[in-house]
């Protein structure tokens, strides 16, 4: 039976042992040591043994065999043949490439304290959200996201500090880079349905985001802050002192929730990554049916047994998470997004706003 143990047994094999040309490797090299020492190099051959270093199968090499053997496995799963893809729950080792750190609480608390110390009294509290809160952060493509609540509008010249002083040169951000929206209270306690914002600054450094910093002034506001509301009232941590999150977010009428997640499936057809798409749509339909607000993974794992293809949730979250597995069927990604957007209230191609802040 070939589970994930096996299947790590089986990649630390090929790691020590898998390289097939081990003993033409030892050959060639016991060959040119021979002659470099003035003996007989077909002697030196003949009686050549590998080295562990010869044997060894580099880990972009263990990686190229871990996809085949995902995909070939995906299919017996959906097929029926097992009843899941175990593969799904093996990662080998990385080739190149470095990784992001995952952020530690004294780097949250860093950033925290350059936004207090340029907004000083003004601040009215400092509150994490998104994936670092909802279980969902991925060190290699999650950001930090932040939300600062001020008692006024900002100034320019504040404007123009922030964006200095949490720039990614300025105050290199782990992960993905930093997401923060800077908002005033009486948009957080009034809010609208394209909510004004004083500032949104993004330092993401990763291929899956794109620096920023867009003024809020003369804006016509943006309507996903509308959903990082939410999310904060229900989640946030507060960073500092600061009133409590529900005390600082008022409640948002479903109906512009259902309306925010349904601008992100159709943004997310156009643009988004066929992980995103799939895990958006779980969590889009796990709101819609129950009211809750989780990370995409999350949704992915309440939706696997809920959808015909159970597969392509499966491989979504691999993904996400970076795993080198196989893409889900385009086709069947396609029929989720439009089943989520029916069960939201929007029918598949009706036109929405372009997403708020870009």
């Given at each position: 039976m070939v589970n994930a143990r096996v299947l790590d047994a089986f990649y630390d094999d090929l790691r020590r042992f898998g390289n097939a040309n081990a003993a033409s490797r030892a050959r060639a090299r016991a060959k040119a040591e021979a002659i470099a020492r003035g003996e007989d190099s077909s002697t030196a051959?003949?009686?050549?043994?590998p080295t562990a270093s010869d044997q060894r199968l580099s880990a972009n090499r263990v990686r190229d065999v871990h996809v085949i053997l995902s995909g070939a496995l995906g299919l017996a799963a959906r097929w029926g043949w097992?009843?899941?893809?175990?593969a799904l729950l093996v990662r080998p080792a990385g080739g190149k490439g470095k990784s992001r750190p995952v952020?530690?609480?004294e780097q949250v608390r860093e950033l925290f304290r350059a936004l207090a110390g340029i907004l000083g009294e003004q601040l009215v509290g400092n509150y994490l959200h998104g994936s670092a809160v909802l279980s969902g952060f991925t060190r290699a493509r999650s950001d930090i996201d932040l939300l600062a609540v001020t008692t006024s509008a900002l100034t320019d010249n504040l404007k123009r500090q922030l964006a200095a002083a949490l720039s990614q040169t300025?105050?290199?951000c782990p992960a993905d880079g930093l997401e923060l929206s800077v908002v005033t209270h009486a948009t957080t306690l009034v809010p609208v349905p394209t909510p004004p914002f004083e500032l949104h600054l993004a330092t993401a450094t990763g291929p899956h985001g794109t620096a920023k910093v867009v003024d809020g002034r003369g804006h016509p506001g943006d309507p996903d802050l509308l959903l990082h509301f939410a999310v904060c009232r229900d989640h946030g941590r507060q960073l500092g002192d600061g009133p409590p999150p529900?005390?600082?977010?008022?409640?948002?009428?479903?109906?512009?929730?259902l309306a925010g997640l349904a601008r992100e499936l159709v943004w997310g057809e156009r643009h988004g990554t066929v992980e995103y798409r799939v895990l958006n749509a779980c969590r889009a339909w796990r709101f819609a049916e129950e009211g809750v607000l989780c990370s995409k993974v999350d949704g992915?794992?309440?939706a696997r047994d809920r959808v015909e293809a159970p597969t392509m949730v499966d491989l979504a979250i691999a993904r996400q998470q970076g795993q080198l597995v196989?893409?889900?069927?385009?086709a069947t990604v396609s029929a989720l997004v439009r089943l989520v957007l029916q069960r939201l209230g929007q029918q598949p191609g009706e036109p929405t706003a372009a997403r708020g802040g870009e």
């Open positions: 051959a003949a009686t050549a043994q097992i009843p899941f893809n175990p952020p530690t609480p300025a105050l290199p529900p005390a600082v977010f008022a409640p948002i009428p479903r109906a512009w929730l992915g794992r309440w196989p893409l889900p069927d385009p």
